[in-house]
């Protein structure tokens, strides 16, 4: 997973005036389009998901193809929202956002072989998610045995867990407000064993997709 989210948002997005940026580097008229969302990805990715910190991202930013006011930009808003506390995850439009963002740059950048690469990662989240929402139901169904029945999670623990998923932040919001439904109408009995070797198969199909990040 910390693989996955890194090559994901690997670039990083600036803020100067159009003009001068597009005289500076090809890429950074696209960046400047995308600050916002790049930022909120490398917040959450320190805050939440916890597979970076500010000063590793400082630092790999240093590498980056791109001026140091650019970067500074980037930083700065990073900084500005983990400050105010306002990291939230990516929508999956946004996902789709930064990552079409990401192989533009990169064309404008490296030539046609990094739209490639792009292309296989968005690809690949969204088998990930297509995963993800095939056992739905079901790990809805689990997760709310072992928060009523079991009682070696709550319902906060799970939210606070899914925030490190490797799946569309949509798809996280519709499991936990399925759980919610099933806590409140009773349906908290353990999977059948038909219904836990669907979510085993698709959890070892997301298992194997995230490591081939």
């Known amino acids: 997973m910390k693989k996955l989210i890194l090559v994901f948002t690997l670039l990083g997005?600036?803020?100067?005036?159009?003009?001068?940026q597009t005289a500076a580097a090809p890429a950074d008229a696209v960046y400047a389009r995308v600050l916002n969302t790049e930022a909120m990805a490398w917040a959450w990715s320190i805050?939440?998901?916890?597979?970076i910190s500010y000063q590793d991202l400082q630092n790999k930013s240093a590498n980056w193809g791109r001026g140091e006011a650019v970067r500074g930009q980037?930083?700065?808003?990073?900084?500005?929202?983990?400050?105010?506390?306002?990291?939230r995850r990516l929508t999956t439009g946004e996902e789709a956002e930064l990552a079409a963002a990401q192989a533009e740059a990169r064309r404008l950048?490296?030539?046609?072989?990094?739209e490639k690469s792009a292309g296989q990662r968005s690809a690949r989240q969204a088998a990930i998610?297509?995963?993800?929402?095939?056992?739905?139901?079901?790990?809805?169904?689990?997760w709310a045995w072992r928060i009523a029945i079991i009682r070696d999670v709550t319902f906060n623990e799970l939210k606070a867990k899914s925030e490190?998923?490797?799946?569309?932040?949509?798809?996280?919001?519709?499991?936990?407000?399925?759980?919610?439904?099933?806590?409140?109408?009773?349906?908290t009995h353990e999977p059948s064993k038909g219904e836990q070797a669907t979510m085993d198969a698709c959890k070892k199909r997301i298992k194997q997709l995230v490591s081939r990040a």
């Open 13 to 20: 997005i600036a803020t100067a005036p159009l003009k001068a």
């Open 109 to 114: 950048t490296s030539g046609a072989g990094s």
């Open 129 to 142: 998610n297509g995963a993800a929402r095939e056992m739905l139901d079901v790990e809805a169904k689990y």
């Open 164 to 187: 490190g998923w490797m799946r569309g932040a949509e798809l996280t919001d519709e499991l936990l407000a399925k759980v919610k439904v099933n806590l409140q109408s009773g349906e």
């Open 74 to 87: 980037l930083l700065a808003k990073v900084k500005d929202i983990i400050d105010n506390g306002q990291v």
């Open 47 to 51: 805050k939440k998901a916890k597979n």
